[in-house]
């Protein structure tokens, strides 16, 4: 299956479809079906031409004969199928006018198809006569180009009489019902139409050679029109042209060629453009413009401008094969400076379609060809003035893109094009003077920023001297003010490229005027843009990311440069980090360190003391005279009664019990020799341990003292003060168990083991039973607990205390304030106790050597500091003298 | 319910406490039941508590001796003492002695306590005294300023009518010393102590508020 390559995108499609598959447009050409063709009206009688407006709006906003006030040419000015359109305001029946200004003439001229009855033979409405409603109207979308199949309201069977015989004779002559189940494709290559279009079937303006030009239809009544046949142009009537058209009547059209072109596809009219078609020249001749100008009193004022001797032959070497029209050549007057394209025929592309051609453009005017009307070579002929390109230069929107871009230098060069005359109307005329940078050529030409890639950068000076990207469009203000119909409004000068007006030069800020002023390089100077809209503009982004720019990478220094200091800081830092992590020698104490000797020496005299006495046991010291606070407890132990139950707190530790039971020794001795009853209880876990021991050691003296007999051992109170007060409120009910000899497994009946009703503590409910309380501790916390959870419910001035001498300061307020009725303190308030009951125990046999030791320690830490201060005091001489020195 | 473990927390320290202080600054024979429930379950706790961390403690240490490595040998020393004391307590009672009459009555738990743990007790204590005098000896050297001297003077006073000195054999010198002893241990050494307590009282008054109020958490939560 071969390939059809798509006319739009020029990828290959399959043979058997209607449309591209890529980009939806038609693969085959579209076919129109006209109704059949009708007899020829008459023409009307030519209307007197009216001057020429000076509005270049007139003769558009005339045709569509619209609400505006602007009247059309007067009613003998169009000819007589143009003047049977109905007004949109005059025909009830016809559509609404639509209210966009194209849209009017055509609608008007559609609703005239619409009523069939308006439409005789005479009726040369070339538009036909197809009922159009409002809502069958063809919108914009009718006439997309990508889609080439025809709307199906245009498709719709016409009335028999809707179009003109020759109008009809140019679609097929299938129904068309088929042509709209499967509307035939726009064919570029359509097929030889076998039936031209009968001659009396066209309107006689186009049948008039010599005022249209020299189209010819050929045709029969019923062929349709044949566009591979030439096109034969009668010439119309004099008076059957409008005005408006009579002015681009040209010369007589050349008569049509005697043999035909050859069996082509191709249209005439296109056929001419091909390199490989034969008789191009003859094509050429043929789209050359109208040779003779019409009457300048047939045309109307704004075509009078446009009329132009007549054309020139065209030069044989600018119309040699494969070169475009004049009149599509002078569109591309302008664009001069492309290179040679080469030649179309080596391309094999159409001449249009060609790159722009190296030949010098034709420098006159090519001679008008029968086959180009009038109205447009008039046009051509201006457009040929032009500073001359080569025939075969393309449009800038069609050269290629990788062209260099036409600089403005280039187009300075171009000869400057000849003034148009004064044919040409003022709407035309302005947008030409407008132009200068053109070359004067006409408003058509549209100057297109050549999109050059690979073309070298301009310099700075050109790029500077490069207009602004939005030249282009010059005098669209103007232009737009002609195509409304007002009077133009003087123009202001074109600001330059970059120049700002006074207004605005005098408010901007000075440090914008300075070099820098954006706070960046790269705004100012800078790489300019050299293509795409924005040419010329400085300071924009990269339209490519850096990444994908090439180039070389810049080269960056890895090394570090440190300087001197830096380095010799670092190397002092990594030697401490490394230090600490070395480990360092352990220094050896020497055998006879000063430290050493000194600790030696007071534990030998330590010892001396302490074994003095017994080394010397015939020098013995006298007991320390009995203080206030230790006779008053010898008082309270004097009144206790006999078989008095007395409670034994034993709340201290094992390190300081030498010195607090040297302390109570004497006392508790006094309490036994008294026989009271006592009641053993401590807030230490081993505390009741303590208290069996020194029982122990003091039973020697009293015999009769038994466990369970004469005392009670309660154990430990636990819950720390809480359990104080709760011992203290509920004594009972505190130690249901006391420090026995009561296997775990007998306790699970407490009764047995009830402590309280044993005979130490019988006839004791409560604590304030108890006639004395003797409270054993070295530690003033101890004491003070004791003093403020269980005093108060103790009878009053009963409490005993002895404690060490290191709590003694701290109890000794309680007992100024007459909460602890007894104070014995430390070693020498049991030796005085002893020595005022006379009977020694523990505290006599402490005391001599308590009292050498005590002595001993006095001179060491006397004569040590006294050392000490000296070699202070040495050391800070010598400082000080080595200051001075 | 992990916000209401706090919050119920906290209610029932202050209600204890509202409670406690309440019956503390009126008692009578109507709350008195009240009264000793607390504080029968305030010293239940205290002595579960003791109990939980003698647990812990041989826990700890039989880890330790499980893992071995250094100290185990000590840690596995402290869990058999632990367990033969706690086993005999238990067993013969904390009291126990066999043996009748003056003779030499055994008793396992009390020689335990009498013959190792009071005796490991009292040598420390007795090396104390040699570290206390060698500090006094070279406090000059270490810190040769006007407090050092006035410390190192006091104690020596103290010690000095605590000594021989003091015990009358040298008259008048005694008799100085031993009033300047007393002097010293009433006077100033009352007054400061008398500060210190009053601090530690104040100190009590604002912990309990703070606990009354909700403001020191000592329980978690």
Known sequence: MADVRCPMCSKPNPDDRDECQHCGARLTPLRLNLPPREPAPEPPPSPEPSAPRNDPGDWLRSLRGGDDDISIHGEEDFPDWLRESPAPNTTPDAPPA???????????????????????????????????????????????????RVS???????????????????????????????????????????????????????????????????????????????????PIPQGDLPDWLTGFAGEEPPAPPETAPPAAETPDWLASLTPASTGQEDE???????????????????????????????????????????????????????????????????????????ATPPA???????????????????????????????????????????????????????????????????????????????????????????????????????????????????LAQGLLGSDPAPQEPDLAPGDLPDWLKAMRPIEATSPGSMGSPEFEGGKAERAGP??????????????????????YVIKLQITEAQQSNALTLRKMVEAETERQPVRKAALLSEQRVLRWIIVGALFVAILFPYIWPGWLTGLPRVTAESSRSDDMVTALTEDAPVLLIMDYQPGTSAEVEAAASPVLDHVMLRGARLTLVSTSPIGPALGERFLAVIEGHHTTYRTGVTYMNLGYIPGGIAGLLNFASFPQAALLVGYDDVPLWQLINPAGADPWGQPPLQGVTSLSDFQMTLLLTDDPDTARNWIEQVEPHLRELSLVIVTSAQAAPLIRPYFEAEQVAALVTGLPGGAAYEGSLGREHIARAYWDSFGVGMLAAILLILGASTYNLYVVWDERETERKGRRT | MKLRLPVI???????????????????????????????????????????????????????????????????????????????????????????????????????LFRYIQFPIETSLMAVLAVSLIYAAARLLRRRPNAFSIIFLATVLFILLGNSLVGSGEFGVISTGVTSLRDWITQVPAAAGARGLLIGVALGTIATGLRILMGTDRPYGG
């Open chain 1, 98 to 148: 639509p209210t966009s200004a194209t849209g009017d003439w055509l609608s008007q001229m559609r609703g005239e198809q619409a009523s069939p009855a308006s439409l005789d033979a005479d009726d040369d409405s070339w538009l036909g006569a197809e009922e159009t409603t409002e809502a069958q109207a063809p919108s914009f979308d009718d006439f997309n180009l990508a889609d080439t």
């Open chain 1, 152 to 234: 199906p309201s245009l498709q719709a069977e016409p009335a028999p009489d809707a179009f003109p015989d020759w109008l009809t004779e140019l679609g097929p002559t299938d129904p068309p019902a088929a042509a709209e189940a499967d509307p035939a494709p726009m064919d570029f290559d359509p097929a030889p139409q076998t039936e031209p279009i009968p001659q009396g079937d066209l309107p006689d303006w186009l049948n008039d050679p010599g005022q249209m030009g020299s189209l010819t239809l050929k045709g029969t009544d019923s062929a349709p029109l044949d566009f591979d046949q030439p096109l034969e142009l009668e």
């Open chain 1, 284 to 358: 050429t001749d043929r789209l050359a413009p109208a040779a003779s100008p019409p009457a300048a009193a047939d045309l109307p004022d704004w075509l009078t401008g446009l009329q132009q001797p007549a054309p020139s032959a065209p030069d044989a070497t600018a119309q040699k094969a494969g070169e475009l029209p004049d009149w599509l050549s002078g569109l591309s007057t302008g664009m001069a400076g492309e290179p040679a394209a080469p030649q179309p025929a080596e391309t094999g592309l159409p001449d249009w379609l060609a790159s722009p051609a190296a």
């Open chain 1, 364 to 478: 006159t005017e090519p001679a008008p060809d029968a086959a180009m009307p009038d109205w447009l070579a008039s046009f051509a002929s201006e457009v040929e003035a032009a500073p001359p390109t080569t025939p075969d230069a393309m449009p800038d929107w069609l050269d290629d893109p990788h062209a260099p871009a036409e600089t403005p230098a280039s187009v300075a060069a171009q000869p400057p094009a000849s003034e148009p005359t004064g044919s040409m109307p003022d709407w035309l005329m302005e947008l030409h003077q407008q132009t200068p940078n053109l070359g004067g050529q006409a408003g058509f030409k549209v100057e297109v920023p050549g999109w050059d890639f690979n073309a070298p950068a301009a310099t700075e000076d050109e790029q500077e001297s490069q207009p602004d990207a939005l030249d282009w469009m010059p005098g669209r203000a103007s």
């Open chain 1, 534 to 555: 924005l040419a010329g503009l400085r300071g924009l982004l990269s339209a490519e990311p850096t990444v994908t720019q090439a180039g070389k990478p810049p080269a």
């Open chain 2, 9 to 111: 927390s906290m209610a029932v320290a202050i209600l204890s406490g509202l409670a406690l202080l309440y019956l503390a600054f009126f008692p009578s024979s109507a709350n008195a039941h009240l009264r000793a429930l607390l504080l029968g379950w305030a010293a239940s706790l205290g002595g579960i508590a003791l109990f939980i961390g003698i647990l812990n403690l041989l826990i700890v240490h039989v880890d330790k001796l499980s893992e071995g490595g250094r100290g185990a040998a000590n840690s596995g020393v402290l869990v058999a003492a632990a367990m033969l004391t706690f086993i005999l307590a238990l067993a013969f009672g904390p009291n126990f002695e066999y043996g009748t009459g003056e003779a030499y009555q055994i008793q396992p738990t009390n020689w």
